[in-house]
């Protein structure tokens, strides 16, 4: 499962979990439940008790829970800071007497944003490759002038640089999400 997914699902779950405890104290504090209950105190002398008659294995089982729920935080956090789809390095198709090519898929992002950017019309251009590197997915997103031609501009990235990017990974149905916007900035 993707870290946004998860992190959304615990998020929900979480604050699910909150809001109903939190739901749950209001209406305990106006007497939904009960006026007697209402009047009672959050924590009764019998918490106390306990916790102080069994303080030397609780205090320390509390500890183990609350570094328990650090570390799972912790996991949590380094999963979405370090997170990513993007691809690694793409083996070409070739001859396999000759050895492996491997591609970078910053050699060929960079490339295909130079093309891209030449193009008239073309404000700024951003590629990247997501995916198994097996089967990789190119996504690149194209800003471009108020000014620009865009049919006439989604046909050349269409028949040029993305043909000339299937070409040089060898694979003619190499999925691409194409992202065309048109610059705020007048020209």
């Known amino acids: ?36 209950f209402s009047k009672h105190a959050l924590f009764a002398n019998q918490v106390s008790t306990y916790i ?6 609780v205090w320390p089982a509390a500890a183990a829970v609350c570094l328990l729920i650090a570390l799972a935080a912790l996991r949590w956090i380094l999963v ?12 070409l198709p070739g001859a396999k007497d000759h050895g492996t090519t491997k591609l970078p898929p910053a050699a060929l992002t960079g490339a295909l944003a130079g093309e891209v950017g030449s193009y008239h019309g073309v404000d700024s251009v951003r590629g990247r490759i997501i995916g198994d590197p097996a089967s990789p997915q190119l996504v690149l997103t194209v800003t471009a002038t108020p000014t620009a ?11 040029e640089a993305l043909a000339h990017a299937r070409q040089a990974l ?11 916007d048109v610059s705020r900035r007048s020209p």
Not at 52 to 57: D, F, I, Q, S
Not at 170 to 180: E, T
């Open 80 to 91: 979405l800071l370090v997170s990513t789809d993007r691809a690694g390095d793409i083996t």
């Open 149 to 159: 031609d865009l049919p006439a501009l989604h046909r050349r990235l269409e028949s």
């Open 1 to 36: 499962m993707h870290a946004d997914r998860t992190n959304r699902t615990a998020l929900i779950v979480f604050g699910s979990l909150v809001l109903l405890a939190g739901a749950a104290g209001m209406l305990t504090s106006v007497g939904v439940f009960s006026n007697a």
């Open 52 to 57: 102080g008659k069994n303080g030397a294995w």
């Open 170 to 180: 060898g694979k003619q149905d190499l999925p691409v999400q194409l992202d065309l």
